[in-house]
């Protein structure tokens, strides 16, 4: 079982003084919801997302310019069996110099995919430190769940579900896309699973797990390779996901910095998808596994092999 926490990075130009600041600036870049002290050691301060998630946290360390760490005090994740999943957890922003930039860690200690709500909420995560936390930083604005309105992509229109995952990887834009299309990569972090095509529009796609099977199948809405991919998807396994019709996936590939910005974007005209739903907990550890190949020549463990009994 993998028993390794979520954790993601960013590189920014600016001082980590002013890292620690922008961290600290909760209602910056989470929600503006935030109730309570977010800067001072021993502080309490709660977040709240529609009636979906409350949580209560307590700032436990905090060392200017080097780390913060949030004690998970309380929690009531309304959309899991076990809505206290949360609890005892600690959210962890550690903070060092990489040469002429600064390094931000973020891990959330406890968040280990064995919990049920390590797929949405991980994704979650990935879009609030690698979009929201890293534009307050850089350009002073981040984009926090907004007073009371709490709508848009992130959590999917009415009448629609969509699960999107940031992640930024060490490799160049035509790596990540041989990675994401070539069946020799694909099958070493993406459950063994070899994915079919020309990559180009209008053509058919499919994915075929060990033994042969088509797993998923659809057509290529647009290749602009190395810089994004859409693809038409149904998965072709399960009668209740094969009934929903067809998904919409993107590949969204651009530059940043010395890393590479990967934005997964699934989304589908069903509302509250079965298919999105189960998608939400399978695409953040492929990513995980995914970057960890690029990154050190090595994928999780945990996703080299097709999983049993499918």
Not at 70 to 77: F, P
Request: some cysteine; proline content about 5%.
């Amino acid at each position: 079982m993998n028993n390794k926490s979520f954790t993601t990075s960013i590189l920014v130009d600016q001082t980590p003084e002013e890292v620690f600041n922008a961290v600290n600036n909760v209602r910056g870049w989470w929600s503006e919801e935030i109730e309570g002290e977010t800067d001072r050691p021993g502080a309490e301060f709660k977040f709240h997302y529609q009636d979906l998630h409350y949580s209560t946290h307590k700032i436990t360390d905090f060392v200017p310019g080097k780390k913060v760490v949030w004690h998970t005090t309380d929690s009531r994740i309304n959309f899991v069996k076990d809505k206290t999943e949360w609890n005892g957890t600690d959210i962890i922003f550690e903070i060092a110099k990489k040469g002429k930039k600064t390094e931000l860690r973020f891990t959330h200690s406890g968040l280990v995919p064995a919990i049920e709500c390590y797929g949405k909420c991980s994704g979650a995560w990935g879009y609030y430190i690698n979009d929201s936390l890293r534009a307050l930083i850089t350009n002073g604005k981040g984009e926090p769940e907004e007073k009371e309105k709490q709508t848009g992509g992130k959590a999917g229109s009415p009448g629609k579900s969509k699960f999107v995952y940031v992640t930024y990887i060490r490799t160049t834009p035509k790596k990540l896309w041989e990675a994401l299309t070539d069946p020799k990569f694909t099958r070493q972090y993406f459950y063994a699973t070899t994915h079919e095509s020309t990559w180009k529009r209008g053509g058919s796609w499919t994915m075929r797990a060990p033994d042969g099977r088509v797993t998923d199948a659809g057509e290529v809405v647009e290749s602009k390779p190395p810089r994004k991919l859409v693809l038409k998807w149904r998965n072709e396994l399960k009668d209740e996901y094969r009934a929903e019709g067809y998904s919409r996936m993107t590949y969204g590939i651009e530059k940043s910095g010395s890393s590479v910005k990967l934005t997964v974007t699934h989304e589908m005209d069903v509302a509250d998808s079965k298919f999105i739903d189960g998608v939400s907990g399978g695409w953040p550890p492929i990513l995980s596994s995914l970057k960890s190949l690029l990154e050190t020549g090595k994928p999780l463990k945990e996703t080299t092999r097709w999983p049993k009994g499918l």
